[in-house]
């Protein structure tokens, strides 16, 4: 009995190959993060080399480029770090110390003339050798504008001018800036003219800075600096002055009822006693008659008085009770 033909096993399917090793997202991350940030990129690389190579995850080139790229530009980054931090310390070095605060050594002004038409007593301020008028005067603001426009023209002449002061850095003489007024002052924003008061007595320390003074002073010729046009003046005398209370620049009128709102309308007449154009702004008040309780305010305002005219206006409240009586609280100068 003959034997069956062997079977060729050569037409059976072949084993499928292994699958090949992922690449290692920590070597790519490290590739990446080298570029961006080296010094984390050399550690994070460093990590990914242990877990590459034969019988491991694919990757190890990119985790050898991330060391070596991240070594490369960490060590750059730090020479260019050094380089910018020696140039800016050069460039700061050569910045020029600022000039020393001014310093005040004053020539002697021509002695005053004798005689009948001599203005001035015999007393001086010690360290700058200037004669004190025996009169001080008190100023319009036009005036003052004369004196700040040209002040060589007033050379020596006693002047009141209110103020508030802070102290300024100066070498042998006390010197302060001041911003002031020719006019006493209903409120600190009408100090607005700049100067600068020397001091040489000592009269200003008694009163804190930002107090509001009425000062007796010395008009000079003199610069703080070359091209500052603020005025200088010397100190003579010095005191704390009050602010003005102009309330009595306003009457009320008898008051009416409206009929918005069980609403009471107050007329207001307001009248510039001073020498120059200016508005003012009224804060009417509702009090009960005994004066315990207040209802509230409201502002009256004029715009732009010529000096001693009189301007109407008018105030209103709404849902007073019946006992409300009105008064004015305070009044403030507008520009």
Request: net charge negative; aromatic share 6%.
């Amino acid at each position: 009995m003959s034997q069956p033909p062997p079977v060729n096993d050569d037409s059976a399917p072949a084993a499928p190959a292994p699958a090949p090793e992922p690449i290692s997202a920590l070597a790519v991350l490290g590739l990446i993060a080298a570029v961006v940030v080296p010094a984390v990129g050399v550690v994070v690389s460093s990590v990914a080399l242990g877990r590459t190579g034969p019988g491991k995850q694919r990757g190890r080139g990119l985790a050898l480029a991330g060391v070596v790229m991240g070594a490369i530009l960490t060590v750059l980054g730090t020479v260019v770090a050094v380089a910018a931090f020696r140039g800016a310390q050069a460039v700061v070095e050569q910045i020029p110390e600022p000039p020393p605060a001014p310093t005040f050594s004053l020539p002697s002004p021509p002695a005053p003339p004798d005689g009948p038409g001599d203005e001035t007593d015999q007393e001086t301020t010690d360290d700058l050798d200037i004669a004190v008028p025996s009169t001080f005067a008190e100023l319009s603001a036009d005036e003052w504008a004369e004196i700040t426009r040209d002040p060589a023209a007033y050379e020596g002449d006693g002047v009141v001018l209110f103020a508030n002061v802070d102290s300024f850095p100066t070498g042998d003489i006390a010197t302060y800036f001041g911003q002031v007024s020719p006019v006493q002052p209903a409120d600190e924003f009408e100090l607005s003219d700049p100067v600068y008061f020397l001091d040489p007595e000592g009269v200003i320390p008694g009163v804190a800075d930002g107090d509001v003074l009425r000062v007796d002073a010395v008009v000079t010729s003199r610069e703080i600096a070359p091209g500052d046009p603020t005025p200088i003046l010397v100190a003579v005398r010095a005191e704390a002055a009050e602010l003005a209370d102009l309330t009595g620049n306003v009457v009320l009128g008898p008051p009416e009822p409206t009929d918005v709102n069980n609403g009471t309308r107050i007329p207001v007449t307001i009248t510039n006693n001073g020498d120059t154009v200016t508005g003012f702004i009224a804060e009417v008040v509702a009090t009960s008659a005994d004066g315990s309780t207040q209802y509230g305010t409201t502002p009256a305002i004029v715009d732009s008085l010529q000096p001693g005219q009189v301007g109407e206006t008018e105030a209103f409240f709404f849902d007073l009770p019946p006992d409300a009586v009105f008064d004015v609280l305070s009044v403030q100068r507008t520009p």
